[in-house]
């Protein structure tokens, strides 16, 4: 695939692009049903382009009942209707490819859903072929098999009234886990992968990636509350084996040129920066990104941000990549999590210049280029299941999965009917074709940020050091490749700092009357990001 960046020796896609994550309901409807869809993901290509992005990775658009939206998948080789069928989504790769843009697909490992054609056959008889496929055990006495539990609260074997046994699964009892002990799945999985790739994908980012694989003696989890406080030895994750799978998924990734896996590594409590690099093996032979949620649940403080980024850098293995993420379809919008309360924007546009020059490949959740906010969804429109069995104590994730808002038109222009979720009501500003007009909105932010990401190599290539200020309250690092030096200033207080910036062209700032050369300040929330004119910080 032409790239846009053929000409830079050594320039990887998935290493030195953005990447952007579309949640597909939520995008574009392009048939007026109320849900987004992939021609609608096609129609908005030219945004995605001129909002200068490098790939797309979409959440799952294979057949599916849809109980956990997509995350049950009853045919890997199928899209769902809903979402329209192979010839779309073919024709979605190859228009994007033709813009430079690559195509990353969600890939659930860990679990089916009840209605896949191979946990009917498995659930139908003991000794059905397909049984083992599936993990079965006998009661324990009168009681459950063990204390393993779903994440979605409660336990997670389900009784099987036709052979009388339990079947395990770590999400929704419509989700069964796999047996990845089972050689078989392994061959049936990876075939499905490779089917994808065939098909054009550039690679796929890994559900639960660290679940596949559980306990081979079914020893008893800790309790959950010590798992919260970090217990090791839970059996329902995280096990050796895993690596061993993770490391011929790489192999076969290996027979397609320039392709990528990224996994999604849960981890109770958030942030182990440790156990999420872990995946990465020695940077060579196992994912080649994996996610650390740690900044999404950071307090925001300029110290707290620094070790946490430290902390990930560190645990990275030398030949190994760091990838940022600030946003998803399971978490709070980032404008609107909880350390976030004041001064919402101007974090939000910090926070954008962070995640645009760090080491590491960016992450953009749809929305977050215009600055969404949660939806606040109405109990008798709540549509996520977890959000469903919580409510009142939870609200779900349907927050963060609010309609696209691309214009000022009914349903924000994502459709003409009705959406599937309520469109937020300030989308009457917060939207991309007002934004676009706007001088210094979050969608220029973004796009300029981008842009300039793309044209500094130091900033997607180069190395990350951090700049020691002895001024408090300033995140301040730079990027370094071969000759080139960019310095980026963070001022995560609402106060101004007195900074001492001599011979350096600012690049680009925050605000638009930023004068860092005369006050020699940098004014509350502002970021900037200089080229040294010589190396000049004193
Ligand atoms: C993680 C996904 O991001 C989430 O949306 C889903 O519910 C669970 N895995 C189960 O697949």
């Not at 650390?292 to 307090?299: E, G, I, N, T, V």
Request: with cysteine.
């Amino acid at each position: 695939m032409g790239s846009k960046k053929d000409n830079q020796k050594n320039w990887i896609w998935w290493k030195h692009g953005t990447i952007y994550h579309i949640y597909p309901r939520s995008f574009f409807d392009s048939n007026n049903d109320g849900v987004g869809d992939i021609n609608g993901i096609i129609n908005q290509l030219p945004y995605l382009h001129e909002l200068g992005i490098d790939a797309i990775w979409l959440s799952p658009v294979y057949a599916s009942p849809q109980t956990d939206f997509g995350y049950d998948i009853s045919d890997y080789y199928q899209i769902d209707p809903l979402f329209g069928d192979l010839n779309d989504f073919s024709k979605l790769v190859k228009k994007a490819h033709k813009l430079g843009i690559y195509i990353v697909m969600d890939m659930v490992l860990n679990h089916t859903s009840d209605q896949h054609p191979w946990f009917i056959e498995s659930r139908s008889s003991a000794n059905n072929p397909k049984r083992d496929w599936y993990i079965w055990k006998e009661a324990n006495g009168n009681r459950r098999p063990n204390n393993w539990r779903n994440r979605f609260g409660g336990s997670g074997w389900e009784y099987d009234v036709t052979t009388n046994q339990y079947f395990y699964h770590s999400f929704l009892k419509e989700q069964p886990d796999l047996n990845w002990r089972n050689p078989e799945v392994k061959k049936a999985l990876f075939k499905v992968m490779k089917f994808w790739l065939e098909l054009g994908v550039d690679g796929f980012r890994l559900d639960v990636i660290n679940f596949i694989v559980k306990d081979s003696k079914f020893r008893d989890d800790p309790p959950l509350l010590r798992q919260f406080f970090g217990a090791e030895n839970v059996f329902t994750r995280n096990r050796p084996k895993s690596h061993k799978i993770l490391a011929s998924l790489r192999q076969l990734l290996n027979e397609y040129p320039d392709k990528v896996s990224i996994g999604e590594i849960y981890m109770l409590p958030p942030g182990n920066s440790q156990l999420a690099a872990s995946y990465l093996g020695d940077g060579t032979n196992s994912l080649h990104l994996a996610f650390d949620f740690s900044l999404a649940f950071k307090r925001w403080n300029a110290k707290i941000y620094e070790q946490t980024i430290q902390n990930w850098m560190f645990a990275i293995p030398e030949k190994g990549w760091p990838c940022s993420v600030v946003s998803n379809h399971d978490l709070h919008r980032s404008y609107n999590r909880r350390y976030f309360r004041f001064f919402k924007e101007s974090k939000a546009r910090l926070e954008a210049i962070l995640l645009l020059t760090l080491k590491g490949t960016p992450f953009i959740y749809y929305g977050q280029e215009i600055g969404m906010v949660n939806g606040r969804i109405p109990r008798k429109l709540i549509q996520d299941p977890l959000g469903k069995r919580f409510w009142p104590f939870y609200s779900g994730r349907d927050k963060a999965r609010t309609p696209m808002q691309w214009d000022n038109s009914k349903y924000a222009g994502f459709s003409d009917a009705m959406p599937w979720l309520p469109v937020n009501p300030d989308y009457t500003i917060k939207n991309v074709e007002f934004q676009w007009q706007q001088p210094n909105s979050m969608l220029l932010l973004y796009q300029q940020l981008i842009t300039l990401r793309r044209k500094h190599t130091a900033l997607s290539m180069g190395e990350f050091r951090w700049i020691p200020t002895g001024v408090s309250g300033i995140l301040a690092y730079e990027r370094i490749y071969e000759k080139q030096r960019i310095l980026v200033f963070l001022n995560f207080t609402p106060f101004s700092k007195s900074l001492s910036i001599t011979g350096k062209k600012v690049l680009f700032s925050t605000h638009e009357n930023s004068q860092p050369f005369i006050n020699q300040k940098l004014l509350p929330f502002e970021g900037i990001i200089l080229k040294p004119e010589k190396n000049s910080l004193k």
